[in-house]
């Protein structure tokens, strides 16, 4: 069975995959190293070892691009914080997020049976991390049970806010609380030096920022978690219990591997990511989008209000589905089939031209239906 | 950065390797699916659910296929046996599993914080699993604590052994015990219907056995577990705790549904395998090699004794890696580098005549160094 991936040509602006979109080497790597257990021709026993294919060189050079004394691979950034909390877990304890964080946060919690308490951000429209409520919620908490982990996400996935790592970890530590950061939409975008921030523990997703297929990430930590997240096991003494002794041993390790150098460079054009991000915001907000998250933004991911459509879909036959359907008919592929009242866009590694064509898109969407928008006298 | 797979051109024998060499189909899904997240153009929430790619088409014919209520994606054989395992776990709760099992069934108990009791098998050269200790180990083992599961290895990694599953499967239930059948070496290869042997569980293996890119398996189970190990999140009501809410999302999985139907064709010439890795078998004792494990042998995963090759291991330059080095110039892949003691290998999908070379090299080497074996008077 064959199928084709329809949306591939159309112009991408889905915030879950611009910056998970292949280079060419990883496209030719695929498809040397897709049989199954390929990564292990030569294994001796452990996926971060292996020379051949040059996995070890690979997770040192990862372990110097994170700044973090020890790296593994996992199965995704969700993985990783799952077997970190699960590390952690004692019983009646807690787990401190920012109120932004993914839902997979709150399921690793949950599934390694711990409380979750939440820190509040500033609310509508800038949905802003208070990076001192970290202080008083675990303050808070600690009278119910003892805090095993602070998570911060770094950035959000729902607004793209970059909150203030370094302050909100001086803060856990103050407390004796080690932080996590999930860097899902940071690492391999944006320059992530976990070691420089004081961060614990540093998650990052191949398929969300790393140019690698997926499912696949990173793990980075300290030496002195090492001990209790990498412990080994009794029986079997080379391997990681935590891990299962083994994780993505397949094409979307060789995938984030081949695209590793494009990905090192990349992230020093970051700035260059953030103004063209500014820039379409700016475009946006002329045509009375609302931009929801900080202002000025600091990140690609962006979440905008758009009342206009809301509007449409009420009137129009395709309910809901009046914008997507638009959007794929100009071959632009990204905004959630359904959604109007908000929507997520990611200008990531999208050239200006292609995002003057979903500019134009929008433009001429809000003409088409301006009859709907204010009704005639 | 590319890497070139140098042994992809190689006869391969490797028993991790052969039931995971991609269809056609499923190498070109390899590069239109690529991209990170991209089999979720469509998501609506739920991995097993989305329309297009048909995802949960495949999933329901998959659950035809395993003869189970209900099946889901996992990121490996051993993260379903995990997820279980888990799910069932209680305080000085116990495991009971056959003493073959894959060293990933012990880390998954070991990190699901249950003890494992071992069921003997007979030793060699057979060492069969003894199918009515599970009734012995379990009643030794209630004793000491709840057994809430057991694990039947089907077959085993170490010699393809295939123990009798609806009897040990009876005798478990006669206690109450339910039932994981690990069958990341038969689900792809050979029919494994689990409803008809009333497993509680199955487990398979994507990258082992049924032509797909790694790392992916499946989990099937009975409706009544499912309650328990797809249990929702209570705060993302639609997410399953167990899986982190999704797994698989990436190319491993559209491999894995790409070769589905030639899976399901295979799985119907498996007694044709059989009977070439038994016509392997004999020609390997003729040539003085004795096989392990059940006798006939009943899977394409063969270990050999070879005390030749340890004696001329102890008098080449190369030590142990002598076999190795030989069989890479014959451009034979798949016995683990070191080994000369005893050795697996797969015949699985290997044509005969690819067979015939691999049998000519042993018998070669075996005559290039006949003067080590027995020393001239």
């Known amino acids: 069975m064959f199928v084709e991936r329809k949306v591939r040509e159309f112009i991408n602006v889905d915030p879950l ?10 496209r030719r790597m695929l498809v040397e190293w897709g049989d199954g257990y390929s990564v292990c021709d030569f294994c001796e026993g452990n996926l971060h070892e292996i020379r051949n294919p040059p996995v070890k060189e690979f997770v040192q050079e990862l372990a110097e691009f994170l700044d973090c004394d020890v790296v593994r691979i996992t199965n995704g950034a969700r993985e990783g914080k799952f077997a970190v909390m699960h590390s952690l877990a004692k019983r009646n304890a807690w787990v401190v997020v920012d109120s932004n964080a993914h839902y997979s946060t709150y399921l690793a919690a949950e599934r390694a049976g711990l409380n979750v308490a939440e820190v509040p951000n500033t609310g509508h429209p800038e949905f802003r991390i208070v990076e001192d409520g970290f202080a008083e919620v675990i303050e808070e908490t600690r009278k119910k049970g003892e805090v095993v982990l602070a998570v911060l996400t770094y950035p959000d996935g729902k607004y793209g806010n970059l909150p203030d790592a370094k302050r909100v970890i001086r803060a856990c530590h103050d407390y004796g609380v080690p932080v996590l950061l999930n860097c899902a939409y940071s690492v391999g ?3 992530v030096k976990a070691g420089k921030l004081d961060a614990d523990f540093v998650v990052g997703s191949g398929h969300k920022s790393m140019a690698s297929a997926g499912p696949i990430g990173v793990l980075g930590m300290k030496e002195e978690f090492a001990k209790v997240v990498l412990r080994r096991s009794e029986r079997f003494g080379n391997k990681e219990v935590e891990l299962l002794g083994c994780t993505a041993r397949g094409v979307p390790l060789m995938t984030l591997m081949a695209s590793f150098d494009h990905v090192r460079e990349r992230v020093k054009r970051w700035e260059e990511e953030v103004e063209k991000a500014r820039w379409f915001c700016g475009k946006m ?21 758009s009342p206009q459509f809301y509007e449409i879909s009420k009137r129009v036959k395709a309910r809901g589905y009046f914008l997507y359907k638009e959007l794929k008919k100009r071959r632009i592929h990204g905004i959630k089939p ?7 866009i990611s200008t990531y590694m999208v050239p200006k031209e292609k995002l003057e064509i979903v500019l134009e898109a929008f433009k001429e969407i809000l003409e088409k239906y301006q009859s709907f928008i204010t009704p005639p006298k």
Chains 1, 2 share one sequence.
């Open 17 to 26: 995959q611009t910056g998970g979109v292949l280079t060419e080497d990883a």
């Open 189 to 191: 975008r944006m320059e």
């Open 285 to 305: 907000e002329e045509m009375g989008f609302g931009l929801l998250g900080e202002k000025p933004h600091n990140h690609d991911l962006l979440h905008f209000e």
């Open 338 to 344: 359904g959604r109007t009242r908000s929507f997520k």
